[in-house]
Structure formats: structure tokens, C-alpha cells
């Protein structure tokens, strides 16, 4: 049996390894998706006070501080059973809507966009944001440099602190903000809705109308009829922030709607011997291994899972974007919503339409007279003996899980992070694009590696956050079994 | 302007966190200096050059590993040295010498000066708030050189104040 190794996958957090194992024929065999070894958050925050773990969780990882802030204080309210002011809540998801625009735009320019705007056959060392600079021009260079300034500036106002948040509180938030704060937010959002408009020309131009990367987009390689997640508003329009979860099956129907407490009655973990990583499935439908289709319990939450959960979007621009969306890959519609698009290279465009989202509903905020109200806290007055709080994460829902006891002393804590979510439906992606690139040994050319890494890299996946959940301190041991479970080989990874 | 001190890590992850406890404790020392600013960052790429940016001097520190020194060995690198990272933090955007190009092609004023005081890790993966002995002794090294590296800079000779 023949390895091929892609180690480190190029632009990801922390580290992966593809490993895929070819049979005698120089076909694939197996596809093994790993991650490193960062264990044990959770029983690293028992016996602290709850409060600490807005500031604390937000060290998880240095990509999505905000996520983890803003779930974590959440989960603080219910803990607490205290409801923040309206202020404090509209402040909250203002700070968050210019944390998803600055992310995405982030993820687009140099993580994911790079793929098609330098294209994947293009060298390594020639397919990062200095690649897209040469293709596309200097001045998008510096609008994304201008992008994230004007949204780190935003988050440093409202948040106390750029890139990791300080100001969220049980019960609400510590600062209010002023006329002059709202003002500068509000010429920030509308900048942001003038850089996703651009970047959605961008990828209409360059993507759209490349009959090369949309034949890629819509090929069978990258599809997979799964189940959806995401959170929707009272009107099953997407939100980021807050509201129930959805599930939608592949055939688009829903599946179930649930309060975020309520997570454990709908997802279960898979355990599998050969990582640590576990794998999410839906309960109700079951774990059928890595497929899809309607009998396998394998669903995925990413910008395009929450575009499919989705009746429709709340704001104006891009509601027209979602319904070209849809309308390009040739979604019919089922109970009065589109059919979800399972083409995975789908989701680059749902990002940038998330995007524009993100720029509105910003703009929407920062325009609300409520948001200067100086009354941003209610003060706690009793603890609750468990708080659940989750928002949609960019790379997928996010949950934080508190039990406390009367102290406030946490006693339990579990977290379910946006790529957890997709561990089984990345695992899948990997697999399926091996299979069809590599064919009777034909293999280790540049482009098709990178194709490989593209499979993955469209989730966005957060590795160094998504590898928390286990006790322990041992090294990763893979084990390899063959179609009949029988254990043919194991190694160890260096740490 | 100015110089700029970073400090990269991430503070409960063990070793990764020694960035931070360097500038924890440089912070004690600046007393009385002019122009020198200090930054805790937690992932490097795009974010780090941003946080050079518009300083004459950038002095970084950070947790290493796989530099072949036993844990608590203290290095010093150019920006050169950081092309390859595993900050387990983040790699999200870009490596710190593509940002640093990036940087300077959309006209961001970047240091003409960089250099990066690094120290060799025991433990990146467990969450800790304290350092292992051997990268615990290692902080007051690296201190001492940083505020050298500051005492050159203003022109003040060792042991001048």
C-alpha cells in the first residue's frame, strides 16, 4: 500500500494531515483527515467561576475570539437567569456582525478565495493574498487591509479590547456606547456593504463566469446530499446571532427545530478509533458511517448549510443575492423555501453573501436609536443551575454548556465548535475528491494535490479550536483497518 | 513610531504563552521610556504585521518549537526566520513574510527593523497557565535582552541607568 502525505495543509489553522492510502491498483483505499492533539479545555474551566469564561474561552483559539466571547456570555445569561437590557443586546450583535464581516472577508482573500482567483493549478507559493494582489490588482490589497482596520477598529470600540473581547457581562454589557461610537459604526457598515458588494462583482466576474471553475463547482466531486444546520429567526430567516436551530434534510424539507438548550436530544458524538476528533451526527436519523443521503445522520453547518436552513434573508441586498444564489444552481422550491444547494464549492459564494449580510444587518443596528440607551446591564441575582448559550460561529454553530453550582463554581462545561460540526462531512469531501482524482497511481502534480486541500479548505475548518474535547495527554495514534475492521497498521504523531 | 514590542501566545497553553510573560514583565521595566509601546497578540500572519505596522522598530517574542535547542533555549531571528510557523494559535491568513510583503505593497509603513526573540518550548498542548520550569527560567533571559535591544536603540550603554 502506497501513503501520499500533504503535510502541513497549506493556510489552515493549527495543523492537519490528509493522509490517503492508495490499494495495489494506485487507486484509493482510505482518506484519513487528522488534526493535532489539544485536549482537555473543558476540565481545564471546571472549578473556576462562570464569569472568568467569557475572557477565558475566547483563548481557544485565536481566529474566532468573538464567537466564543459572545456564545460564552450567552450561556452566562441563562446561567444567571438574567436578561440583558436591549441596548446591551443590540451592542452585542453589532460587535458581532463586524466580526463576520472582517472573517469572512479574511477567509475569502487569503484563505479560500486564492483557489479561484489564482487559480488551482497555480504554485503554492504563488496562490495567497500577494497572488490575488497581482491578479486582481493593488487597490483590493488594500480595501481588505482597510476592511479589517475599520471592523478591528470597531470590535476595539464596542469590545474593550481588538481581536479578543472583554465588555460582554452576564446580564449584559460593560460599556454603553455613544452618539459619536453609533456614528462610526454606522459609516463602517456602510463601507462594509460597499466592500461585499465588490467582492461578490469580484467573484461573479472571476468565478461565475469561468466555465472551468463553475463546471468544478457544480461536478459530482464536491457534492454531498446531506443534512443542514443553522439558526434561524422567528420567520426561519437566517441569523447569526441568535434564535432556534433548524435542521433541513437533503430533500430540503425540516427536519427539526429546536431551542439551543435543547442540542442534546437532536446531535450525538461518534467516536472513531483512529482520531480523537469527534463526529457529530443527528440522533433521530442515526450514524451510518461517512455517506450521505437521507438515511445517514451526517449533516453539515457552514455558511452554506445556513443558507440552506434558511427560508429566506432579512435584509434587502442580499435576499437578491440569495435568490440568484439559489437560482444559479437551479434550486426548485419545496414548501414555499429553495432547495438546498449541496454543491460544496457553494460555499465560497455563501460566505461572501453571509457576508453582505453581515454588512446590513450592521448597518440596521448601528441606525437604531435603542443602541445609545446608557442602560446596558441588569444586574444577576441568582444562579440557575445550567446555561446554554450558542451563536452561529463563520465556520459553523457554536454551543457553550455551563452547569454551575450554587456559587457559581463550574462544575461541567461543554463546548461544540463551528468545525466539529463538519468533521464527518469534511472527512467525506477528502474522500470523495482522492477518488476521483487519483486514478491507477496518477498522482503528486500540484493543481490535483491542491484540489484535495480545496475539498477541505471550504469549510474554513478551525483545527486548533476543534480539538478540545477529550481528556488525556497521550500523542495521536492512527490506526488503519481495512474493510473488514482488521487492524493492518498504526503510527504515532509528533506532537 | 517608535519601537514596538509583541508579544505572541496564547495565554493558557502552557509554553505558548511566554511571549506574554515576557512582555508581563518588560511592561514593569519601561517606567520613565518614551516611545516604545507593547502588544500581546495571539496568532501572528496578517495580524502581527498589522500590529508592526507605523513603528520604526518591532521587537517580537514568541514561543518556538523545533529549533533545535533544549526547552528554554532563547534564540534570536530575523522576520526571515519566521517563515514556517506552528504558532498552534493560528495560520489562518498568511505567513508572516507574505503579510509583511502584503504590508508594504498596499503602503503600510513596516519597521525597517524586526528582530524576533524566541524560546524553545517543552509543552504547546496542554492547557496551563504556567510555563514548564526549564521556559520559565528562560523569561528574565529574554527580558534582559529585550531591554538591551531598547537600551541600543535610544543609545544608552549597558549598565548606563
Known sequence: ?495 | MGTIIIGIGNPVLADDSVGLKVVDRIEDRLQGRSGVALTRLCCGGIHLMEAMAGHERAIIIDAITGGGGAPGTVYTLGPDGFSQTRNVCSSHDASLSVALELGDAVGLPLPRDVRIWAVETEDVSTYSEVLTPEVERAVPVVVEHVVRDLDAASGVSPGGH
Not at chain 1, 2 to 26: C, Q
Open chain 1, 1 to 495: 500500500m502506497k501513503r501520499i502525505s500533504i503535510n502541513p495543509i497549506t493556510r489552515l489553522e493549527g495543523h492537519g494531515k490528509i493522509e490517503i492510502f492508495l490499494d495495489a491498483d494506485g487507486n484509493v483505499a482510505n482518506t484519513y483527515f487528522q488534526v493535532p492533539e489539544l485536549r482537555g479545555f473543558e476540565q481545564f474551566c471546571v472549578g473556576r467561576r462562570a464569569e472568568e469564561m467569557p475572557v477565558i474561552t475566547n483563548r481557544i483559539c485565536g481566529v474566532c475570539p468573538e464567537a466564543h466571547h459572545m456564545a460564552s456570555v450567552k450561556a452566562l445569561d441563562r446561567l444567571f437567569a438574567v436578561e440583558p437590557p436591549a441596548a446591551a443586546a443590540k451592542i452585542r450583535e453589532l460587535l458581532y456582525m463586524a466580526f463576520f464581516v472582517t472573517d469572512h472577508a479574511t477567509h475569502f482573500y487569503a484563505l479560500g478565495g486564492p483557489d479561484f482567483i489564482v487559480g488551482p493549478d497555480a504554485p503554492p507559493a504563488e496562490r495567497n493574498i500577494l497572488g490575488v494582489i497581482r491578479k486582481v490588482g493593488l487597490d483590493v490589497g488594500k480595501q481588505v487591509i482597510e476592511c479589517r482596520a475599520r471592523n478591528h477598529g470597531i470590535i476595539r470600540m464596542l469590545g474593550g479590547r481588538p481581536i479578543h473581547p472583554v465588555a460582554g457581562l452576564p446580564g449584559g454589557w460593560s460599556k454603553p456606547i455613544t452618539e459619536a461610537e453609533r456614528q462610526t459604526a454606522e459609516e463602517a457598515a456602510r463601507r462594509n456593504i460597499e466592500f461585499a458588494l465588490f467582492s461578490l462583482r469580484l467573484f461573479d466576474t472571476i468565478v461565475l463566469q469561468n466555465p472551468a471553475y463553475m463546471e468544478m463547482a457544480h461536478s459530482d466531486t464536491y457534492c454531498h446530499r446531506t443534512y443542514y444546520m443553522g439558526t434561524v429567526d422567528e420567520r426561519n430567516r437566517l441569523n447569526l446571532f441568535d434564535g432556534r436551530i433548524r435542521l433541513v434534510g437533503p430533500d430540503g424539507r425540516e427536519f427539526a427545530t429546536y431551542h439551543p438548550a435543547d442540542y442534546q436530544a437532536h446531535v450525538s458524538e461518534r467516536v472513531e478509533p483512529w482520531t480523537y476528533l469527534k463526529f457529530p451526527y443527528l440522533k433521530q436519523v442515526g450514524w451510518k458511517g461517512f455517506c450521505d443521503g437521507p438515511d445517514s445522520g451526517v449533516y453539515c453547518a457552514t455558511p452554506l448549510s445556513r443558507l440552506n436552513v434558511s427560508d429566506r434573508l432579512a435584509t434587502p441586498l442580499a435576499q437578491e443575492q440569495f435568490e440568484r444564489f439559489h437560482e444559479a444552481f437551479g434550486s426548485t422550491k419545496i414548501d414555499g423555501r429553495f432547495t438546498p444547494v449541496h454543491h460544496r464549492m457553494a460555499t465560497h459564494w455563501a460566505r461572501l453573501i453571509e457576508m453582505l449580510y453581515a454588512a446590513e444587518h450592521m448597518r440596521e443596528l448601528a441606525a437604531d436609536p435603542e443602541i445609545t440607551s446608557p442602560r446596558v446591564r441588569n444586574i444577576p441575582q441568582t444562579v440557575a443551575s445550567r446555561g446554554v448559550g450558542s451563536v452561529e460561529a463563520p465556520r459553523g454553530t457554536l454551543i457553550h454548556d455551563y452547569s454551575a453550582d450554587s456559587n457559581g463554581i463550574l462544575r461541567q462545561v461543554n463546548l461544540i465548535v463551528g468545525t466539529t460540526n463538519n468533521h464527518a462531512a469534511i472527512s467525506m469531501s477528502i474522500r470523495k475528491a482522492a477518488e476521483r482524482l487519483i486514478h491507477a497511481g496518477r498522482i503528486v502534480e500540484e493543481g490535483l494535490l491542491n484540489r484535495l486541500e480545496m475539498a477541505f479548505r471550504l469549510y474554513d475548518p478551525c483545527l486548533s479550536c476543534a480539538t478540545h474535547s477529550l481528556p488525556g495527554a497521550m500523542p495521536l495514534v492512527v490506526e488503519i483497518r481495512n474493510h473488514s475492521g482488521e487492524h493492518i497498521r498504526s503510527f504515532r504523531r509528533d506532537g
